[in-house]
T-cell receptor, first 111, second 114 residues
Framework: KQEVTQIPAALSVPEGENLVLNCSFT??????LQWFRQDPGKGLTSLLL?????REQTSGRLNASLDKSSGRSTLYIAASQPGDSATYLC??????????FGGGTRVLVKP | DTGVSQNPRHKITKRGQNVTFRCDPI?????LYWYRQTLGQGPEFLTY????????KSRLLSDRFSAERPKGSFSTLEIQRTEQGDSAMYLC????????????FGPGTRLTVL
C-alpha cells in the first residue's frame, strides 16, 4: 500500500526566503506526482505535475524534482511572498491515476 | 467558468439524515474522482468513474455511501443515515482518461453532521 509523507508538517519563514518542501513515498511504481496548494476551507489548486519519466518541472518561481528510485520529491519556491502562505500537498498517482496524498505542509510566510 | 463545480458548498445535517452532493466535471474529462478530507489531513480516495462506469471503490466507502455518474457527465455522491464521523470536506476531481493526466479539483462540499 502506497504511503506518502510530508515533512515538516508546518514551516514559517520570513518573506524573501526560499522554501523547500519535502515529500516521500514508499512505492516507486508511480505514474506521476502532483503538487497542490490548498487555502483554508478551499479546494485544491494544481501547481505542478511531474510524469514518472521526468526528473523535474518548473513554473515561474516553483520547481519540483522527482527521484523515483529513492521515493522522493521536493518542491522549491523561490523568493517567498506572504501570498504563498497556504498548505502544500503532494500526491502520487497510481493505477487508475487515483491519487494518494501526504498530510501536507502548512506554510506561513511572514512579511 | 469551465472548471470543476460542486454543489452545495456547505451542508449541515442532523445525524441519521440522508445527503446528496453533486459534481460537474470539466466537460471533456471522462474520468471523475471523489475524495474525502478531514481536518488537518490530506484527501483520501473514495471512488472513481471512467465515463459512466464506476471502476474502483475504496474500503472507506461503506454501504451507506453510493456514487453514480448516470450519463458520464455529472456525478452524485449520496450518504445515507449520516453519522458524526462523516463530517468532512468531500472533493471531486476530473481528468482525461490517460493515466498520467493531471487531476483538477473542485471547491469541495463541506459536510457537518450534528
Amino acid at each position: 500500500k502506497q504511503e506518502v509523507t510530508q515533512i515538516p508538517a508546518a514551516l514559517s519563514v520570513p518573506e524573501g526566503e526560499n522554501l523547500v518542501l519535502n515529500c516521500s513515498f514508499t512505492d516507486s511504481a508511480i505514474y506521476n506526482l502532483q503538487w497542490f496548494r490548498q487555502d483554508p476551507g478551499k479546494g485544491l489548486t494544481s501547481l505542478l505535475l511531474i510524469q514518472s519519466s521526468q526528473r523535474e518541472q518548473t513554473s515561474g518561481r516553483l520547481n519540483a524534482s522527482l527521484d523515483k528510485s529513492s521515493g522522493r520529491s521536493t518542491l522549491y519556491i523561490a523568493a517567498s511572498q506572504p501570498g504563498d502562505s497556504a498548505t502544500y500537498l503532494c500526491a502520487v498517482g497510481g493505477a487508475g491515476n487515483k491519487l494518494t496524498f501526504g498530510g501536507g505542509t502548512r506554510v506561513l510566510v511572514k512579511p | 467558468d469551465t472548471g470543476v463545480s460542486q454543489n452545495p458548498r456547505h451542508k449541515i445535517t442532523k445525524r441519521g439524515q440522508n445527503v446528496t452532493f453533486r459534481c460537474d466535471p470539466i466537460s471533456e474529462h471522462n474520468r471523475l474522482y471523489w475524495y474525502r478530507q478531514t481536518l488537518g489531513q490530506g484527501p483520501e480516495f473514495l471512488t472513481y468513474f471512467q465515463n459512466e462506469a464506476q471502476l474502483e471503490k475504496s474500503r472507506l466507502l461503506s454501504d451507506r455511501f453510493s456514487a453514480e455518474r448516470p450519463k458520464g457527465s455529472f456525478s452524485t455522491l449520496e450518504i445515507q443515515r449520516t453519522e458524526q464521523g462523516d463530517s468532512a470536506m468531500y472533493l471531486c476531481a476530473s481528468s482525461l482518461r490517460l493515466t498520467w493526466n493531471e487531476q483538477f479539483f473542485g471547491p469541495g462540499t463541506r459536510l457537518t453532521v450534528l
